[in-house]
């Protein structure tokens, strides 16, 4: 029976297991706590072992099982990620609902392994933790498919900071059993015989939960809600009774890398453990789950970007071509694989891409690398850069081209197939760099500063293309230390430059936290900004019919020129909107009346009679009116048969809805407000069939 490759992505649970506070306690007394770690065990100021969070894995691992038809027979809980975003209550209920995310084949004989991710909330709406599972189906290999990605943490070359001892009972499966994994393999002789082993083994998740208990202990005694992240792989069958040795190295602040050793034999019985544990607030920007790529992250910038998004959950597509700082050379594989280790060596995850960004399959193979390593890709950093910089005569056709190529191209080449994936998923955030240089001017740098705001043009459209998709689409400015700027800025400047400095901006921009789009930031030396194109009020000369003569601008060029009262634009329209309504002469405006009407109700009073049958013959639809703020109210229109009724509330299904504040309402009713202009600057909002919205002009003639 083949494996149901098409079950990737499919919807599995929601799951709820209801528990109590003994759930959480016999939990912990099946891992081992007793007195020396009270808190786990009465109910008196109860705290619950994050691990406990695994139970809830039983459901899910079934329908993994039986949704992707594998040899029941031969499957092993391989790998076990859990990220924990809340402390888990004493009691409640566990929600439960993820997919399948991949099947990687080993090959035939070998095996296959099936990726599982799944979120759990809290019925207080809390998210508990993301948890990410992998099953080694031993017989279920040989389909044909990817191998899944080398994933090794990194154990430094030295002896063990931290070692735990623990003794699990012979009689511990019985009780670890009771938390919901009942199966035969751990209680039954003559099963376990079936199996090929001697008798019944622990289970891996008892002795993972062990050593959960020895990583709080060691890092974050008492305060279990401090743990982060905790990740492994099931090596070995360990037999009841067996103690153990958890063995901890301390890799940086906030992160250790761990393994469980079976004291009596010396087989690794867990490997490539990871645990993350720290005060951090609440508001922590994480990237757990997410897959970036950062492009020129060899040095410079791009290796901060990456090293700090893998520290906080990323998985990191490090691409650098490794050339000279103006791109001539073969390249080299050095500065991407460095950074690919310096992350592993923090516990993290990453892949060294080499590809030239400059070329369309560069970009698509850089992309593949994000795919084929971790299945997608959230978030591009558009960072590679070079620099040829020459005064404007002496710019020959390739230092222009090939400055271009990089930077401008390059963002188009990765940012086509990344956006794909990311309008597929309905997620994304990507970053381009510009410049300062870019943005203001700087002598001798006309491609490099072309190119810059080139990037800047791609965000703006970028940005609108996505928005539907939740693609954010922004851009930095940043200034720093790094080879590229190493004979431009000022020595002393330098050493104060630490790209360090800019990271936090890039790293907010390309989080979910952050919902802006379409802008632009510099950053550098810890000072941050925001930049913006705006555009002056002007003046309007001549009516817009005749041309007017270039001295008549002289006669305005103040007024031309003045940005007083500037404003920004999100869009084409919403300027065009502006430039629209400089030529719509308001009627009360010009003429100087007063407003016909005083409020809303006044307007829907009025309506019955600035209907107009004759122009109404074949119209059937029903608007409704919601108009917010001081004397709005909600009124509906049904115009059907040539008559039209108008009353206050709302109707079950109208044909269209329009939005608006009770002050523009009367702007708009009263001749001082074009509805073009209402609407293109959002003042007026309109859902449904927004086409019937057309209609409204031509079947009321008000008589102000
Ligand atoms: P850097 O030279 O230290 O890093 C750039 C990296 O991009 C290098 O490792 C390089 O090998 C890689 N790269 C170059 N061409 C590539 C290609 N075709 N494909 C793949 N990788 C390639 O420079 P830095 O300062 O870190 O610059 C990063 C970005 O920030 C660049 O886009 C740069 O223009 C921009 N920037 C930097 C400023 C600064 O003050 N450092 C100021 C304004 C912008």
Same mark, same amino acid.
């Given at each position: ?28 007394? %099946?891992? %081992? ?6 808190? +786990? ?11 406990? %969070? @695994? ?10 099982? /039986? ?62 933790? =993301? ?46 059993? #009771? ?19 001697? *008798? ?58 761990? *393994?469980?050793?079976?004291?009596? =034999? ?15 607030? *609440? ?19 791009? !290796? =901060? ?5 893998? *520290? ?16 001539? $050379? ?16 923090? %516990? ?27 299945? /997608? ?51 994304? !955030? ?18 490099? /500063? ?15 293309? $996505?928005?539907? +998709? ?30 360090? #400095?800019? /990271?936090?901006?890039?790293? +907010? ?20 900004? !925001? ?94 009116? @919601? ?78």
């Amino acid at each position: 029976m083949a494996l149901n490759l098409d079950a990737v992505g499919k919807k599995i649970g929601p799951f709820t297991k209801d528990y109590t506070w003994k759930d959480a306690v016999l939990y912990a007394l %099946g891992v %081992g706590a007793g007195f020396s770690d009270l808190e +786990y065990c009465y109910e008196k100021d109860l705290k619950v072992i994050p691990s406990f %969070g @695994i139970t809830t894995i039983y459901d899910f691992m079934a329908e993994v099982a /039986t949704t992707s038809n594998v040899n029941l027979a031969g499957i092993l809980h391989g790998e076990q990620e859990l990220i924990f975003h809340n402390p888990i209550p004493p009691e409640g209920a566990m929600i439960t609902e993820g997919a399948i995310k991949h099947y990687y084949d080993k090959g035939k004989d070998k095996g296959a392994l099936i990726v599982g991710e799944f979120e759990t909330s809290h019925s207080n709406g809390q998210k508990l933790f =993301t948890s990410i599972v992998t099953v080694f189906a031993r017989l279920d290999g040989g389909f044909g498919g990817e191998n899944a990605p080398a994933k090794e943490v990194a154990f430094p070359d030295r002896d063990p900071d931290f070692v735990v001892d623990a003794s699990p009972s012979a009689d511990q499966p019985l009780i670890y059993r #009771l938390s919901g994994d009942v199966f035969q393999l751990h209680v039954d002789q003559e099963f376990a015989e079936m199996a090929g082993f001697e *008798k019944p083994i622990m289970h891996g998740l008892c002795t993972h939960g062990y050593a959960c208990r020895s990583l709080i202990q060691t890092f974050i005694p008492g305060e279990p809600e401090k743990a982060r992240r905790m990740d492994c792989r099931f090596k070995r069958p360990l037999y009841p009774g067996m103690p153990v040795r958890i063995v901890i190295w301390k890799t940086d602040e906030g992160r250790a890398v761990w *393994k469980v050793i079976n004291t009596e =034999t010396k087989e690794v019985v867990i490997d490539n453990g990871v645990f993350e544990y720290g005060d951090i607030p *609440k508001t922590e920007i994480r990237f757990d789950g997410r897959v970036a790529i950062v492009t020129g992250a060899g040095a410079g910038l791009g !290796r =901060t970007y990456a090293l700090e998004l893998a *520290k906080r959950g990323a998985k990191v597509v490090v691409n650098d071509l490794g050339g000279a700082r103006d791109g001539s $050379g073969d390249g080299s594989q050095a500065p991407a694989d460095k950074v690919v280790d310096e992350i592993k060596a923090l %516990g993290g995850e990453a892949v060294a891409n080499y590809d030239n960004v400059a070329t369309v399959d560069g970009g698509a193979n850089i992309v593949k690398t994000a795919l084929d390593a971790f299945g /997608t890709v959230d978030i591009l950093i558009n960072n590679a850069g070079i620099l040829r910089d020459k005064s404007f005569l002496k710019m020959e056709p390739e230092n222009w081209a090939g400055v271009l190529d990089v930077h401008l191209n390059g963002a188009y080449n990765v940012s086509r197939p990344a956006f794909a994936v990311m309008k597929e998923k309905g997620y994304g !955030r990507i970053l381009m760099t510009t410049s300062a240089a870019g943005l203001y001017g700087n002598f001798g740098q006309t491609n490099y /500063t072309a190119a810059k705001m080139g990037l800047v043009g791609l965000m703006n459209t970028l940005k609108l293309e $996505g928005r539907k +998709y939740s693609i954010n689409v922004n851009t930095i400015a940043p200034v720093a230390a790094s080879r590229l700027t190493e004979d431009i800025l000022p020595p002393d400047f330098l050493d104060k430059l630490k790209p360090e #400095l800019v /990271t936090p901006m890039a790293l +907010y921009l390309v989080s979910e936290v952050c919902t802006a789009s379409g802008n632009i930031y510099n950053a550098g030396l810890g000072c941050f900004n !925001r930049v913006a194109m705006v555009t002056g009020p002007g003046a309007v000369v001549g009516d817009g019919q005749s041309v007017p003569a270039p001295e008549q601008l002289v006669a305005e060029w103040e007024k031309i020129t003045s940005l007083q009262g500037a404003r920004e634009y999100q869009d084409v329209t919403e300027q065009i909107g502006d430039l629209l309504a400089a030529f719509s002469k308001p009627a009360a405006a010009s003429t100087g009346e007063t407003a016909g009407f005083g409020s809303a109700t006044d307007v829907f009073d009025a309506m019955p009679a600035a209907f107009v049958a004759d122009a109404a013959s074949g119209v059937d639809v029903v608007f409704q009116y @919601i108009i917010s703020g001081e004397g709005g109210g909600d009124w509906h229109s049904v115009i059907k048969d040539q008559t039209c009724r108008v009353t206050s509330g709302s109707h079950a299904k109208p044909n269209c809805t329009l939005k608006m504040d009770a002050a523009d309402f009367l702007d708009m009713m009263n001749g001082k407000l074009p509805a073009m202009q209402a609407y293109t600057s959002g003042k007026l909002k309109i859902e449904g069939d927004i086409m019937k919205s057309q209609l409204i002009e031509k079947v009321f003639k008000w008589n102000r």
